[in-house]
């Protein structure tokens, strides 16, 4: 899920411009109802840039080649609906600069929703690895019955789960998250 993470957070931060991480102090934390709409929005873009990124390691007869269009067209019937909550954690995670944040903030959605498709795209064309596609291709496979909703809460689940400071440590991961979830209430 660190791909997931990684995703949304290198998105927020591009689509904030040069908002310098190192200089950022850190960033409010979402809910995981909004951790839920951004991954409802990305989950798309998500899906479609593994399948075109693991075509050339995957059997034209497999799922992503057979099924993976359609499951994609699906998951995208629901990303309209969780954009404006996703805009508002994009910006949450932004960092504190302030004039930066009013700029990303006052453009429009035609302006910023292909921006931030683009850095999802290209960041999960980065992050997946050859040896990884088959069990990626297996994994949308096991998810494919779900409603789109079940699997965006799902995804929150697992992100929330893997975001406790001693699971984090249990797994080798920095104790810091890259992608700041409240504390439930």
């Known amino acids: 899920m660190s791909l997931v993470r990684n995703i949304f957070w290198g998105a927020a931060l591009a689509s904030l411009g040069s908002a310098d991480l190192a200089a950022a102090q850190a960033p409010a934390c979402l809910s995981e109802r909004e951790v ?5 929005y990305a989950l798309p873009m998500v899906m ?9 390691q995957l059997s034209p007869q497999g799922y992503f080649a057979t099924q993976g269009p359609g499951l994609v067209q699906r998951y995208s019937a629901r990303k309209s609906a969780a954009w404006p909550e996703a805009r508002a954690a994009l910006l949450k995670l932004g960092g ?8 990303v903030a006052n453009l429009s959605d035609e302006a910023l929703q292909p921006f931030a498709e683009g850095i999802i795209s290209a960041m999960v064309t980065r992050g997946i690895r050859p040896d990884q596609c088959k069990a990626i291709e297996r994994g949308v496979r096991l998810l494919s019955p ?4 079940n ?4 995804v929150t689940f697992v992100l929330v789960l893997a975001d406790k400071p001693k699971l984090r ?6 104790p810091k998250s890259d992608l700041p979830i409240c ?3």
């Not at 699997?151 to 799902?154: K, P, V």
């Not at 440590?169 to 920095?174: C, F, H, P, R, T």
Request: proline share 10%; with cysteine.
């Open 146 to 149: 779900l409603p789109p909703e």
């Open 183 to 185: 504390p439930a209430a």
């Open 151 to 154: 699997t965006a809460e799902l």
């Open 96 to 103: 504190n600069d302030a004039k930066m944040k009013d700029i």
């Open 48 to 56: 479609n840039s593994a399948m075109k990124t693991c075509s050339p």
């Open 169 to 174: 440590g249990a797994v080798g991961a920095s």
């Open 36 to 40: 839920t709409s951004l991954v409802t």
